[in-house]
């Protein structure tokens, strides 16, 4: 498995690096898949918002959009975060942004394993799991 991180022109860092990178591989092993190559790329809210348009067609902010690259079972992609909403959002959700920056990475390598957030029902159980996974981290580390 390679993991990269990316910062897009940000000086912002995300602390615990390789710690991340080890719960990733747990979270694509727990779902029955094997670990490939992940870029993830922390970026602006423009950044973000142009992909979602032209990819998407979708002409709003978002704090994550996921492009999934698989190869049958190995896990493949590219994650885009926009640090500007996610600052938002952890100031909206009163919790640390190093938590939500985990969020919102767990949620993109969750969609990877094959989860989806459209209907009401998956975007509770997307939460559940990204609940689940953010209280492992922060027991384990």
């Not at 926009?82 to 942004?97: A, E, H, Q, W």
């Not at 920056?101 to 949620?107: D, I, P, Y």
């Not at 094959?114 to 997307?126: I, L, P, Q, S």
Request: proline residues 1%; hydrophobic residues 35%; charged residues 35%.
């Amino acid at each position: 498995m390679k993991t990269r991180i990316f910062y897009d022109g940000l000086k912002f860092r995300l602390k615990g690096w390789k710690k991340t990178e080890e719960v990733i591989g747990e979270i694509i092993i727990k779902e029955n898949r094997l670990p490939g190559d992940i870029n993830i790329i922390i970026t602006s809210d423009n950044v973000v918002k142009d992909l979602n348009n032209n990819f998407l067609k979708h002409n709003y902010y978002t704090d994550v959009i996921t492009f999934d690259y698989n190869k049958e079972n190995i896990v493949n992609g590219e994650i885009y975060i926009s640090l500007d909403r996610v600052r938002k959002n952890s100031i909206n959700y009163k919790v640390s942004l190093k938590d939500e920056v985990l969020r919102v990475m767990f949620h993109g390598i969750l969609h990877l394993c094959g989860y989806k957030d459209e209907r009401m029902k998956e975007k509770k159980e997307m939460r559940a799991k990204e609940d689940e996974w953010l209280k492992y981290f922060s027991r384990k580390y």
